[in-house]
């Protein structure tokens, strides 16, 4: 067996990011085309900043390897597509039975989650909360505040991420909303289509 360097990063809550990271990545605006209901007003800021950075991920990867852990920083900028606010694109670890956890940062934001079988849960994060993402649970990030959302984060290192589940379900099924009285809420998703009974099973099948 090969003896790893432990590792140190810092994270900068000004930049969002994991100082010492060995891998980044971005998602523009451009890129989150299809997630949100409201298409004209999506249209809209891609036409004023498709390419800007709605969010960013910095992470600190030692390995591949089952057993390992991959540990880094999220930062999303803050804002509303209509009255849906910012969210990442979501996703089921490709190996589904792999868990999570994320820590608040700074900014306040909602860790929405759905079962294979439809069941929803949202969790408000803020600075110093901790959030464990069950095995087999889908999960979105989503800014809900008026200010970055910065959230540190560890998963096993073979976990994977499958974004196609939910692209196939018509999008998650709640989508979180300005409630116009200064809060979030969660409502329906009209386009989401429930998984069939067989994909549900042979989702949860899967423990290796
Ligand atoms: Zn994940």
Redesign the pocket.
């Known amino acids: 067996m090969t003896l790893f360097e432990p590792g140190v990063g810092r994270v900068d809550i000004e930049s969002g990011q994991l100082q010492g990271a060995t891998n980044r990545y971005v998602k523009t605006f451009r890129d989150l085309e299809g997630l949100y209901e409201d298409e004209a007003a999506l249209a809209a800021v891609i036409a004023e900043k498709g390419d800007a950075v709605a969010y960013e991920v910095t992470d600190y990867k030692p390995s591949a390897n089952a057993g390992d852990i991959i540990i880094g920083v999220t930062r999303m900028e803050p804002g509303r597509i209509g009255r849906e606010y910012y969210l990442t694109r979501g ?1 089921i ?1 490709a190996r589904p039975n792999r868990p ?1 956890m994320y820590y608040g940062e700074s900014g306040v934001g909602v860790m929405l989650l759905e079962s294979p079988d439809g069941q929803v849960r949202t969790i408000e994060m803020r600075a110093r909360t901790m959030c464990y ?1 069950p095995p087999f649970w889908i ?1 979105r990030s989503v800014n809900v505040g008026s200010e970055p959302l910065v959230m540190t984060f560890a ?1 096993p290192a073979d ?1 994977g ?1 499958d974004y196609e589940i939910i692209a196939k379900a018509g999008g998650m099924r709640s989508r979180i909303i300005d409630d116009g009285n200064g809060g979030w809420k969660a409502v329906d998703n009209a386009s989401y289509r429930q998984r069939p009974q067989s994909l549900v099973d042979s989702i949860m099948a899967l423990t290796d």
């Open positions: 996703h670890h999570e993402v999960h998963y976990s991420q």
